[in-house]
C-alpha cells in the first residue's frame, strides 16, 4: 500500500518553506449577516375611564422592570416603540388592590404588517374594556402634519367635530368627521399652522360641548386625538388624549378651572378666613372643619389663611401657589396658632372600579408619630401589620386602593398598641376617601383626637 500522508504532508512542507515571507495570507470571508426583520412601529393609550392603571404585553412576555409598559394610568400612552412585524398577541392586565393583577383584555392576536404605525387602545369601561387597533402608513409628507381622530368617550354621544382656523364660524364650517363612540376618522394632513377642536352635538353646530382654545400643529407632527371622558374638574363632557410620538398628553377645554378647598386643622386657631390675591375664598371656617371644593381660574395666586375678619393678620401665606386648569387641590391649615403651617395636596379624585381609594393626613400635632392600620371589624391589631407605619406629624399617605367593605381603621403610637383614633368605616367600590387626622377640639369638653372627613365619606 502506497503511503501518501507522508508524501503530502513532506509536500504541503516544502510549500511553506518556499513562499514569500511577504506575501499576504489568505483570509476566509464572514458569511453574510441575515437581514434585520421587517419591524412595525407601535403606540399604547389607555383610554378607560374608570379601569385601573395597566400593564401591556406582547407575546406572552411581561415588559421589564421600567418599561413604559407597566402602570399606564388612564390617559396615558407610550411613545413610539419598534416590534418585529407578523403575528402578534397583545394582553392588558390591570393592577388592582393588594399589589395583584386582573385581566382586562385576555391574549388577543394581531397582525402588524412592516412600516406600519399602529395604535393600540384600551376602549370602553372597566365592565366592557376592548382592545381597539388603529393601522396607518408609518410616514409623514414632508412639510405637512397629521392627525387621526378617535371617538373613545363611552360616556359621551355620537358628535361632530370641527378642526378649523382659530375662531372660525362654526356654522358656515363642516366637521372633518362625525363619530359615535369607538369610530374613528382616517388620517388627515393639513399643513403646520394654528388650529381650533371644537366638538359639538350631531347636526348643532352651536351646541359646543368642548372648545381645545387656539393649539398649534407642527411640520412633521402625526397625532392620534382620542376624545375620552372628562374626569378633571372641566364641566366639559371629553377632553382629549394626545399621542405623539413621544408619549401621551392631554388638551382640556379651554374654560377648564382648577378646584380647591380648605381644611381648618389647626385646634387654637379660632374660626379663619382663606384669601387670594386679597379676594375671599372661604370665610369663617372652624376647627375641625373642611370647605367644599371652589372653582377658580387657573394660575398663579397668593393665599392667604387669616382670622376672621381680620385681612391684616397673616397667619399662613402661600404666596405664589400655582392652581393648574383641570387639577383639584386640598389646603391643610396644620399645627398649633404659634407654629401653624399649610399642606398643600393635589387630589386625585377618579373614581376606579373594583377598588377604593384611600389617603389618610397625619394633621395632629399632639399625637407624635403613628402606625396606621385598616383591619377587619374586631381584628387584634397586636396581631395585624399596619399599612403605613412610623407616619410622622405632616404626613400625607397618598391614596391607597383597597377593596371594597367594612373595616376598622386604627391610628395608634408608633410601634405601641395604645390607640389614639378608632372607626369603623365602609369603603364602597369606585369610592373615593380622605381623613385627615387631628388633634381634641379644645372647644368641646373630653373631645379626644379624630378625623376631618372628605369625599365619598361625606354623603
Given at each position: 500500500m502506497?503511503k ?10 516544502m ?7 511577504s ?13 434585520p ?13 374608570d ?18 409598559l ?28 393588594g399589589g395583584t ?10 397582525t402588524l ?9 384600551a376602549?370602553?369601561?372597566a365592565a366592557t ?8 402608513s ?5 412639510g405637512?402634519?397629521?392627525?387621526r ?14 378642526v378649523?382656523a382659530?375662531?372660525?364660524d ?23 399652522g394654528?388650529?381650533?377642536i371644537?366638538?359639538t352635538?350631531?347636526?348643532?353646530p ?5 372648545d381645545?382654545g387656539?393649539?398649534t400643529?407642527n411640520?412633521?407632527?402625526d397625532l ?6 372628562n374626569?378633571?374638574?372641566s ?5 382629549l388624549a394626545?399621542l405623539d410620538?413621544?408619549g ?7 374654560a377648564?378651572?382648577a378646584?380647591?378647598r ?15 390675591d386679597g379676594g375671599?375664598l372661604?370665610t ?6 373642611a370647605s367644599?371644593?371652589?372653582?377658580v ?11 376672621a375678619d381680620?385681612p391684616?393678620?397673616v ?17 391643610i ?10 399642606l398643600?395636596?393635589s ?11 384611600v389617603?389618610?393626613?397625619?394633621g395632629a ?8 392600620y385598616l383591619t377587619?371589624?374586631g ?10 407605619a412610623g ?14 367593605g367594612m373595616?376598622?381603621?386604627t ?5 405601641t ?6 372607626a ?36
Open positions: 502506497k501518501l500522508f507522508p508524501v503530502a504532508l513532506m509536500a504541503a512542507f510549500g511553506l518553506i518556499g513562499c514569500d515571507s506575501s499576504t495570507p489568505a483570509t476566509i470571508p464572514d458569511a453574510p449577516s441575515p437581514p426583520p421587517p419591524t412595525s412601529t407601535v403606540q399604547v393609550l389607555h383610554a378607560v375611564p379601569g385601573p392603571a395597566v400593564n401591556v404585553s406582547f407575546n406572552g412576555f411581561a415588559p421589564p422592570a421600567g418599561s413604559e407597566l402602570a399606564i394610568d388612564y390617559k396615558g400612552g407610550t411613545s413610539a416603540f419598534t416590534v418585529n412585524s407578523g403575528d402578534v398577541t397583545v394582553q392588558v392586565d390591570g393592577l388592582v388592590a393583577t386582573t385581566t382586562l383584555i385576555p391574549s388577543t392576536p394581531a404588517a412592516e412600516g406600519m404605525l399602529y395604535h393600540i387602545v376602549i370602553g369601561d374594556v376592548a382592545p381597539l387597533v388603529l393601522a396607518q408609518g410616514t409623514v409628507t414632508a405637512a402634519a397629521r392627525a381622530i378617535l371617538h373613545a368617550a363611552p360616556g359621551a354621544p355620537a358628535v361632530d367635530i370641527f378649523t382659530p375662531a372660525a362654526l356654522t358656515a364650517s363642516m366637521p372633518i368627521a362625525s363619530l359615535a363612540f369607538g369610530e374613528d376618522a382616517p388620517p388627515v394632513e393639513v399643513a403646520p394654528d388650529y381650533q371644537r366638538v352635538l350631531v347636526g348643532m352651536t351646541m359646543e360641548v368642548f381645545s387656539a393649539i400643529l411640520d412633521g407632527d392620534l386625538v382620542a376624545a375620552v371622558d374626569t378633571t374638574t364641566l366639559a363632557p371629553i377632553t394626545v410620538g413621544t401621551a398628553s392631554e388638551i382640556l377645554d379651554v377648564t378651572p378646584n380647591v380648605v381644611v381648618h386643622a389647626s385646634p387654637d386657631a379660632g374660626l379663619v378666613d382663606v384669601l387670594a375671599e372661604f369663617d371656617l372652624a376647627y375641625p372643619t367644599m371644593f371652589m372653582s381660574d387657573a394660575g398663579t395666586y397668593d393665599i392667604a389663611v387669616t382670622p381680620d391684616a393678620t397667619a399662613i401665606d402661600l404666596a405664589g401657589t400655582t392652581l393648574n386648569a383641570g387639577e383639584s387641590y386640598t389646603v391649615a396644620l399645627d398649633v396658632l404659634a407654629t401653624i403651617t399649610a398643600v395636596s387630589d386625585d379624585l377618579r373614581p376606579v372600579a373594583g377598588e377604593s381609594k389617603r389618610l393626613v397625619h400635632p399632639a399625637a407624635g408619630d403613628v402606625d396606621i377587619a371589624v381584628a387584634d391589631i397586636s396581631m395585624e401589620t399596619p399599612i403605613a407616619v410622622p406629624f405632616q404626613a400625607d399617605t397618598g391614596f391607597g386602593s383597597f377593596a371594597s373595616y376598622d381603621l391610628i395608634t403610637e408608633t410601634g398598641t395604645n390607640v389614639a383614633i378608632a369603623t368605616i365602609t369603603l364602597a367600590e369606585g369610592g373615593v376617601y380622605t381623613a385627615v387626622a387631628r388633634d381634641p377640639d379644645p372647644a368641646v369638653m373630653m373631645d379626644t383626637f379624630g378625623l376631618i372627613l372628605m369625599d365619598d365619606f361625606v354623603p
